[in-house]
């Protein structure tokens, strides 16, 4: 029971940041951040080790960030400034910008396993958004995919290139809401693969007793 209420909270994680980075938010979805059953979320993920200053600092941007006058229109604006525009003057959210593959060679995997977990991409997204990798990374949390499966999907595919996407956004808004988003995902990512890799050393310990 205890793991299966971990698994939510994991799946739920990973999907609320990838609804928050897949593209510019519109005034429904900030009304929906800035609501108490939102913010009582966010503050919950104080407790996951090593995140606390990091969530305190993203709901501060975000607090900032709701409180502007044209806080869609300016929103919007943070987000195009730092995603849709190609480096340098922006940050790629793309897998297959970063050294460790190619964009066809990532885009053809990930399309593989979209059709495997029964998700496609919207708006004709490219299947190597930072967006899409963590949608899909819910779903196999959700599906209940094996651990090592869920490992290997984190390791090789998002926790390759996402450090480099957490420093690229830092360097150019310290204080911006997408920025602290990413910094925070991140952060979490590298906490749960060791979740995971320690719930595999505990299979394989188990496995080799029997």
Known sequence: MQHNHIHRQRAAVYQWFSQLLFRELDEEQLIRLESGESRKWLASLTAIPGLSVDVKNLERSLVRALRRESRQLE?????????????????????????????????????????????????????DHIAVQLALMARMVTKKETLSAQYYFLHHHIMCWAPLLRESCLHRDEEGVYPQAVNVITHFMREDELYLESMLVDDFYLSSQG
């Open 75 to 127: 929103l919007a604006a943070d987000y195009a400034s730092l995603f849709l525009l190609a480096p340098p003057g922006g940050v790629s959210p793309y897998a297959g910008y970063y050294p460790h593959t190619t964009a066809p060679e990532e885009r053809k995997e990930m399309n593989v396993l979209l059709v495997e977990y029964g998700l496609t991409p919207q708006d004709n997204e490219p299947a």
